[in-house]
């Protein structure tokens, strides 16, 4: 809420560069932020990310989006929205359990060195879920080369997972 204090607090100090700047010109474009469930857009926005990277989706989208509303009508997740001239340009949704949250999916509706719209959007997500007493939020993975790295900018730590497997 207060540029000055967040630009000397601990989490702004270890946000990479790039995301310092990110946040920077993101202030500069007077986006909108709002929290609502709008699973179409998400979908939308998906959709359009997957045919830009000429990728397929290699998930059942109907059924994730199912769950999803499932876990909002129990209170269990929470989606923000990123706009401009009323203009959708970039959502995330993250889990909840308990005091922690797990980023589950973002997306933006342009692919331009330009939008900072989704940087604007997890940065608000993050305090949003601050304010709701959320204390970790995992974000869930870095091992895709054109995500990971975005992520890693915000902080935090990096752990391992591991994994269990009943087959050799």
């Known amino acids: 809420e207060d540029n000055k204090n967040f630009e000397k607090s601990f989490f702004y100090s270890h946000l990479s560069r790039s995301i310092k700047q990110q946040i920077k010109l993101s202030n500069q474009k ?20 997957f045919k830009r990277q000429k990728k397929n989706i290699d998930w059942n989208i109907n059924k994730t989006f199912k769950n999803y ?19 959708d340009l970039s959502f995330t949704i993250f889990g909840l359990v308990n005091n922690k949250a797990i980023y589950l999916n973002g997306a933006r509706s342009e692919d ?27 974000l869930e993975g870095v091992n895709s080369p054109k995500r990971g790295f975005w992520k890693l900018g915000f902080g935090g730590s990096l752990s391992p997972y591991y994994n269990i497997s009943f087959n050799q």
């Open 112 to 138: 331009s060195n330009q939008d900072y719209s989704l940087t604007h959007n997890m940065i608000n997500s993050l305090f949003s879920l601050k304010k709701m007493d959320v204390e970790t939020i995992d």
């Open 30 to 49: 007077n986006y909108d932020f709002r929290s609502e469930l709008n699973l179409d857009i998400a979908k939308d926005m998906i959709e359009k990310t």
């Open 69 to 87: 509303k499932n876990l909002y009508e129990k209170k269990l997740l929470k989606m923000f929205i990123c706009s401009k001239d009323k203009k």
